[in-house]
């Protein structure tokens, strides 16, 4: 049941991350802040050490990294560009 729990969260953080990648992608028209973040958190993925840290924990650290991090960005973009117009 743990394998499970685990695996089912890590596809919701995976879809949270991917919708505010697109959103930052939208608002921003740049991928490049999306590599640079994705680049990032793969690396400190590889060089934290496997289950060295408690599973509950490391949730809460990611929900932190994903709200501050991602959510930042993307209030930015939202205040600071003009809306897109959407051709009719």
């Known amino acids: ?15 949270l991350v ?3 990648m697109v ?3 939208y608002y921003g028209g740049s991928l490049i802040p999306c590599i640079v973040f994705h680049s990032a958190n793969n690396a400190l993925k590889a060089f934290s050490a496997e289950g060295s ?3 509950k924990v490391e949730m809460i650290l990611n929900v932190v990294l994903i709200v501050v991090v991602l959510g930042g960005y993307l209030l930015y973009l939202v205040k600071v560009l003009p809306n897109k117009k959407v051709p009719e």
């Open 1 to 15: 049941m743990g394998y499970l729990l685990a695996e089912l969260v890590q596809v919701f953080f995976a879809v």
């Open 18 to 20: 991917g919708f505010v």
């Open 23 to 25: 959103l930052i992608f």
């Open 53 to 55: 840290m408690d599973p």
